[in-house]
């Protein structure tokens, strides 16, 4: 594998990190996982927004339009067409004589730019909805969702208990101050969940600032198509009650795609397959991706 370290492409033997690198040390670092289809980057322009505004957020001095070109680099050095791409930028290591552990870098610091890519299946595998098994953990993360920080240990410590459940991943339950509990995301990935309506069922997908929840590219990227098509997705808060009568539940996100929940803390979600608007939402997204989105 030929990875992206600091502006060179390397072999993954020939790469050097510091010990005492900020993102090693503190997790201080913000990171983008991106997905490209027949050689083409899907969302670039989303995941470079995200990116500029957690480098805005966290202080890190580095040029999010450049991601792009990182991109480029990785797929051609390792011959890929169809790939999911990892890029991670740390605020850096002290230098020499500098305190390696104080939380407020003492001098100017350089950060650490580390990517790599590694092969997916192509577009073409998505005619049947892939499924998982999931349960319902509490949200015990920062409260800063929207930034895509590299400290991951509440996500990483959901998933293992999802694991000893024997399931494939988790949704998260943020109990708010008042004490209501909204169904937040999966560990990796936006939810999506057509819920019981007056007038049938409705599609709701919780927003940004409600658990609070990241802003998926690939979340953004169904929603603007399926308005094309005069699918109507209601962006509003989801009640864990909500969430645990739901008619189909879903993940959305960079290596998920459109992904059917059909079992949920043991019990299938509506027939336990994937359901009508979860298969239509998939050929939605399929279909955007493959007209350039």
Known sequence: MKIYLNGEIVSRGEARIDPFDRGFVFGDGVYEGLRAFDGRVVGLSGHVARLAS?????????????????????LEANSLRDAFIYMQCTRGAPGPGEPVRSRVA?????????????????????????????????????LRGLIKSISLMGSVLAAYEAEAAGCDDAILIRTMPGGEKLAAEGTSANLIAVVPAPDGTQIVTPPLDGAPILAGVTRDILLAAAARRGVEIAVRNLPEHELLAAREIMLCGTLTMVTAITHLNGKPVGEGAPGPETNRLLRVLVEAIGQGA
């Open 106 to 142: 003492a001098g100017p610091i350089r950060p650490t730019i580390f990517a790599y890519a590694t092969p997916t299946p192509g577009l073409n595998t998505y005619a049947a909805t892939p499924t998982k098994r999931a349960i319902t953990t509490p949200d015990t993360r920062w």
């Open 54 to 74: 957690g480098l805005a957020a966290t202080g890190i001095p580095w040029d999010a339009s450049l991601l792009g070109g990182v991109c480029e680099r990785l």
